[in-house]
């Protein structure tokens, strides 16, 4: 049986496919053992695997066919110490950037959704130099020392702004 806080994950990671998949009405699913295969030290694999085969595994989030260069990593939890963006780096938000990074290819659009107990669902997008600045209505902009600069918004607002840039960004 599963442990409750792997349940949550993954109940958010389906929640999170099922919204990808009405917004963009393609096939989005949550992958199965998430990034681990591809992810970290695991990366060697993908030497041996074709390009279908790296996408089911990379991230938390299958994307539809359309979406090849879409990473995702999913986290629900009970608080997070919003505090900290404004004193500096967030030690648990860096730990959840570099899982996103680790399973990354370069060009991909590295997204992390995150959704935490009585106080919201949210979007950590990373900024790239070299495409179109996503939009934003509020936002937060956070410098990570080692994993460059990202943009967190609203979930809802989050898409409500850049749905057709996340799909151009991501194709």
Known sequence: MASPQKTK??????????????????SFIRSQGSGAYV??????????LHEEQIRSFKGDIVPGTSFP???VE???????????????QVKQLEIWIEQCLDAAD??????????????????????????????SSRHFHYGSQNHGNWIIMEFKSFFELNSQLVKTLSS
């Not at 994950?9 to 393609?26: D, H, K, T, V």
């Not at 939890?77 to 500096?88: E, I, M, S, V």
């Open 74 to 88: 999913c986290k629900s939890y009970a608080d997070f110490p919003f505090h900290q963006l404004f004193t500096g």
């Open 106 to 135: 370069e060009g991909d659009f590295n997204i992390l959704f995150m959704k935490f107990n009585r106080k919201g669902k949210y979007v950590a997008a990373q900024i790239n130099t070299d495409h179109p600045e996503l939009k």
């Open 9 to 26: 994950g993954s109940s958010w990671e389906r929640e999170c496919s099922r919204f990808l998949s009405e917004l963009y009405q393609e």
């Open 39 to 48: 992810g970290g030290i695991n990366q060697k694999r993908k030497a041996f």
């Open 69 to 71: 260069k879409m990473n």
